[in-house]
């Protein structure tokens, strides 16, 4: 007889057990030790204790309640969705703006809060996840003049202080190339993952300096090094004297045609502070480059530096049929500039000064207060496109 067989065996003569006298008990109890194959003692605990009706799984009781998943919930929202090794290193980053803007929380709350590991953190936020569920046109024009004078450069394993940049356009064409639309540029530095991003018309190649030299004067770091794709926005003149032409030149250089991997921190990038934020929609109005170059300066840029720990590479290596990546701690850009003798104390000093002045809930508000005004600028300009007369033919 099987444990669910004996368990509707016991519910059926428990309750005629608690009514009937000494004598038929006994003839109650002979019966099911026969029955079930128990133990004379064991079947006579089991007759005389109170039934538990229960539905929960046998075991300790939970020790992490609502109240602590309602917090964790609601920061992970706020940091767009961090993944939960990202998440647990940003949390004691986030807990006093939390407990700011909601109130203080109870001790043993903050305390099983910063005690959970990741896979505690993945285990608590799995129903949230199906509840929030989380590829574009390429706009890579290849540069041929500038090609052959550009060393090529497909790894940086021997990076390891901030200035070596990589950087890449995203376009903002819908499902065409064709016509005039914004362009997104994103900076990023290997060692630090630092994050610049700034919005272009066109990307035009003096527009693209500009960009450029406004992203250089706003870096915590000197820069030393500059890797491109191969698109004629990056591989032009302007570009190329721009840097070489100083008392201390930088390093320019390209990764391979068709070899995404060559740059692989801005080609992540691109998708985490670019397309996560702005989606696959087409922008072609002139206005929304000045509102989308508020939003990453203003916002979207510090929001990541600042609050949104990220994990670097340290090591993979092949065993047998399969790679193992190992990542260091995760931490924040500005942490690892913060943690570097690169950088000077005075650099230090102002980075400290600007954490200070921030929160991360209200850039949160304030990117989406940027988003919503961006799109609806976007939603309008298409309501004049279809209200706009179709040409007659001939």
Aim: with cysteine.
């Amino acid at each position: 007889m099987g444990t669910n067989s004996k368990r509707e065996y016991l519910l059926a003569i428990h309750a005629r057990y608690q009514r009937v006298g000494r004598a038929f008990k006994s003839k109650i109890l002979d019966e099911f030790c026969a029955v079930c194959g128990y133990h004379r003692k064991h079947a006579l605990r089991l007759l005389r204790r109170p039934l538990r009706r229960s539905h929960r799984h046998p075991g300790p009781n939970p020790v992490y309640d609502g109240a602590v998943v309602a917090v964790l919930q609601a920061i992970w929202l706020a940091t767009d969705q961090l993944c939960s090794k990202r998440l647990k290193a940003a949390l004691p980053l986030w807990l006093p703006y939390y407990e700011q803007a909601k109130g203080l929380l109870l001790p043993p709350i903050r305390q099983k809060l910063l005690a959970a590991s990741p896979a505690t953190v993945d285990r608590l936020l799995r129903p949230a996840r199906l509840q929030h569920r989380r590829r574009g046109l390429p706009g890579t024009k290849p540069g041929q003049r500038l090609k052959h004078h550009i060393p090529i450069r497909t790894d940086n394993d021997d990076v390891h202080q901030p200035g070596y940049l990589e950087a890449d356009a995203v376009a903002h064409c819908g499902d065409s190339l064709a016509g005039d639309f914004v362009w997104s540029l994103t900076f990023t530095d290997i060692f630090s993952q630092w994050t610049e991003n700034r919005a272009v018309w066109n990307k035009g190649a003096a527009e693209v300096l500009a960009r450029v030299q406004e992203v250089e004067s706003a870096l915590p770091f000197a820069i030393l090094s500059f890797d491109v794709d191969n698109g004629a926005e990056f591989l032009n003149h302007h570009l190329w004297r721009y840097f070489l032409d100083r008392r201390a030149p930088v390093s320019l250089a390209r990764s391979r045609p068709y070899h995404k991997d060559d740059q692989a921190h801005v080609e992540q990038k691109n998708w985490t502070h670019v397309r996560q934020l702005l989606g696959y929609q087409r922008f072609e109005d002139p206005v929304l480059v000045a509102l989308i170059t508020d939003l990453y300066r203003t916002a979207w840029d510090p929001f990541h530096n600042f609050f949104c720990p990220s994990m670097k590479l340290v090591s993979k290596q092949r065993v047998n049929a399969r790679w193992v990546k190992k990542h260091d701690e995760p931490q924040t850009p500005s942490e690892r500039l913060l943690a570097t003798a690169q950088v000077s104390e005075q650099k230090k000093r102002e980075l400290r000064e600007r954490f200070q002045q921030l929160d991360p809930f209200t850039l949160k508000k304030e990117i989406e207060r940027k988003l919503k005004i961006i799109f609806d600028r976007v939603r309008s300009d298409q309501r004049s496109q279809r209200l706009l007369p179709s040409p007659k033919p001939g």
